[in-house]
């Protein structure tokens, strides 16, 4: 199956070379063609270039890009999107003035989640993550990471992570599973936090590891919550266990463990929406990625993470959405990329390669993804007529996405 798309108004993220992480100053860099084709066999980019180098226009499929913009497709890589039911209440309860931290002291938040997955079915379970990750591969998602985590216990651990490689198998986007080895607290180890640490690395990670359910493990490093003692007992647990860390650190507090997580070689830290010169220190020569989630700043009014802190002392910065029912409840990374300009002060170049290349190295995967580049993964998306690149995060609120293509294929349901 040859695909050929011409007449293309802007390809953007054209990369000559495979580059696989923008960090600093070059994330202000974002290649453009004007008046381009782009030539894809079976799920592989084979060549791009300029309309009047295109000798033939033969292919077993043609489309006609004229006045639309192509662009590699978003590369998600933090989500909780495998969840039972909602949190609309809480929503309520923030409104008249409960902040996140108060709601998970009377129950709700984490442990509202869990209790709900527990009293939801397997397939019931599949059926309604697969209906969001539908809707998010037609906002322009081709790679997806997702969390367990609100399972708290092995059995439902173990159900979230099987419904997540359900979805691997069943969808055509390449998916990432993270066991979230540590959320919160069960309510039955409220008074005895250790033993449920032991529990989590003793027993549950070696299952866990030896069904081969997981790529990544996670803990939620905060106060209240993980400390950085138990955070470096679960991570070590994982990396002998083979997975790699991704850590949610510094979304409420600074306790260290954006340091925990460098010294465990983390592939990325997640939230930072606070920051001090002592956890940048730890991230310049790490090969750790910064990760935002601009989308969980905008849902709970807390800081965003300080992007232009991050970039202007040369380090790279992803952008995920952290889909989850109780902080973040959309997946929509066109709205994350328009409020990493509008809230964040990124440069619309600085917001897409944050969710393009860096999104795919925050995965593991830039080598095949998040770039138009010969050899890489047909993973690209076609706007509607815009004038400009720069229109997707300026007219935030707007769906701009006319076609994905989804490893050479397009999406259609």
């Not at 306790?255 to 830290?269: C, F, R």
């Not at 090969?287 to 905008?298: D, E, N």
């Not at 709970?300 to 202007?312: C, G, H, Q, V």
Request: with cysteine; hydrophobic share 40%; proline share 4%.
């Amino acid at each position: 199956m040859t695909v050929l798309i011409i007449n293309i108004k802007q390809l953007v993220q054209v990369r000559q070379n495979n580059v696989t992480v923008v960090k600093g100053k070059e994330m202000a860099d974002l290649p453009v063609l004007e008046n381009a084709y782009l030539m894809i066999e079976h799920d592989t980019i084979v060549e791009f270039g300029p309309m009047s180098e295109l000798d033939e226009i033969e292919a077993d499929e043609i489309i006609d890009a004229k006045d639309r913009i192509v662009l590699p497709t978003w590369c998600d890589s933090h989500t909780h999107v495998v969840y039972a039911g909602n949190r609309v209440g809480e929503f309520e309860d923030r409104i008249n003035g409960l902040s996140y931290e108060e709601i998970a002291t009377r129950g709700g938040g984490i442990l509202n989640s869990a209790k709900l997955l527990a009293e939801t079915s397997e397939q019931e379970l599949y059926e309604q993550s697969i209906k969001r990750i539908h809707k998010l591969i037609r906002l322009g998602t081709g790679l997806l990471e997702i969390k367990s985590g609100y399972g708290l216990s092995l059995d439902a651990e173990l159900k979230m992570l099987r419904v997540i490689r359900k979805i691997k198998k069943e969808l055509p986007i390449t998916v990432k599973a993270t066991y979230l080895a540590a959320h919160a607290v069960p309510k039955e180890y409220k008074d005895n936090k250790s033993a449920y640490v032991d529990l989590v690395v003793n027993e549950f990670i070696p299952t866990i590891a030896k069904e081969k359910l997981a790529d990544y493990i996670d803990v939620f490093c905060e106060k209240g919550y993980f400390d950085v003692e138990d955070t470096e007992k679960i991570l070590k647990a994982g990396v002998d266990h083979g997975l790699v860390p991704k850590i949610h650190v510094n979304q409420f507090n600074i306790i260290g463990g954006v340091e925990a997580a460098v010294q465990h070689n983390a592939l990325s830290v997640d939230h930072l929406e606070l920051l001090d010169d002592n956890d940048l220190e730890h991230l310049k020569g790490s090969r750790t990625m910064p990760v935002a989630l601009p989308g969980c700043s905008f849902f709970l009014s807390i800081p965003y993470t300080p992007a232009r802190k991050i970039i202007d002392i040369g380090l790279p910065l992803a952008l995920a959405t952290d889909y989850n029912p109780g902080s973040a409840p959309s997946g929509n990374m066109n709205f994350v990329v328009s409020a990493a300009c509008i809230k964040m002060n990124m440069t619309p170049a600085e917001a897409i390669n944050a969710a393009t290349i860096n999104g795919a190295y925050a995965l593991g995967v830039s080598n095949q993804y998040g770039s138009i580049c010969r050899g890489k993964k047909a993973n690209v998306m076609i706007t509607k007529e815009i004038p400009d690149y720069r229109y997707l995060p300026y007219s935030f609120g707007e769906d701009c996405i006319d076609k994905v293509l989804v490893h050479g294929m397009i999406w259609d349901l």
